[in-house]
């Protein structure tokens, strides 16, 4: 059995889980959330996963966008709570399924061959074994299948903040969840200081995914604080 994450993972997004949707007031996160979805393509007719799936928000955008089936799968039970919330429907309609899994675990339970798309949102920098995400990915993708990545390459959500200020103003910052979100980003900076999480380059993912045969990388850009200071690159991988 894999051993469970450390008390301060847990704790952070066991912590976040009651602030992440104030997310959705940030003029950075929905750019990054544009931006993932227009790296995954068109959606009609597809089967998606998403690992480290969060409150939801992505999943939905996934079947707004045309998927016909989407799969959730994430760790935190309280994140998950608020993803059968909102994909209620879905879920009694059968076109979204929710696991609670660490991310390889929960590609593990799929079969060979049955994704079209497996996104990793905010996800990387805080798996331990990524060589055993990129086997994983590589052996559920289907033929043409591709994996959607966003992922910080930096520390600090300084740039989240600039851009909130410059778009939204004072008008910006009057969720008071925010102030939250912001201490457990500065939290996530702390736990990546002591070697837990890695904010590797994206040249790096890419060395990564290609040593499990996803050797074709398309780097997409930069987002999450604007297309130039952004925390985040995005952008697909997928079989040559």
């Given at each position: 059995?894999?051993?469970g ?10 912590r976040?889980a ?18 993932v ?16 799936c ?5 999943l ?7 998927a ?9 039970v309280?994140?998950?709570a ?7 429907p879905?879920?009694?309609s ?41 086997k994983q ?11 959607v ?75 999450y ?16």
């Open positions: 059995m894999r051993p994450p450390p008390v301060a993972h847990r704790w952070l997004w066991r976040y009651g602030s992440y949707d104030a997310l959705d007031g940030v003029a950075g996160y929905r750019e990054m959330l544009d931006a979805l227009a790296a995954a393509g068109p959606l009609e007719g597809l089967r998606a996963v998403e690992v480290g969060g409150t939801g928000n992505v939905g955008r996934l079947l707004d966008g045309g016909a089936h989407v799969t959730g799968i994430d760790l935190n309280e994140m998950l608020r993803s059968r919330a909102k994909l209620a879905g879920l009694g059968g076109t979204v399924a929710l696991v609670e899994a660490d991310a390889v675990a929960g590609l593990e339970d799929l079969p060979a061959g049955t994704v079209d798309v497996l996104l990793a949102v905010n996800l990387l920098y805080a798996l331990p074994e990524r060589d055993s995400f990129w990915a590589g052996r559920v993708l289907a033929d043409a299948g591709r994996v990545v966003s992922n910080p390459d930096r520390s600090g959500f300084t740039p989240a903040v600039r851009q909130q200020w410059r778009e939204r103003g004072l008008r910006g910052f009057t969720d008071p969840r925010l102030l939250t979100v912001i201490g457990l980003n500065l939290a996530i900076d702390a736990i990546a200081s002591t070697g837990r999480y890695s904010f590797a380059p994206w040249e790096a993912l890419a060395a990564e995914a290609a040593a499990a045969g996803l050797d074709r990388a398309d780097l997409r850009g930069r987002c604080g604007g297309p130039v200071d952004g925390m985040n690159v995005v952008g697909t991988f997928s079989q040559s």
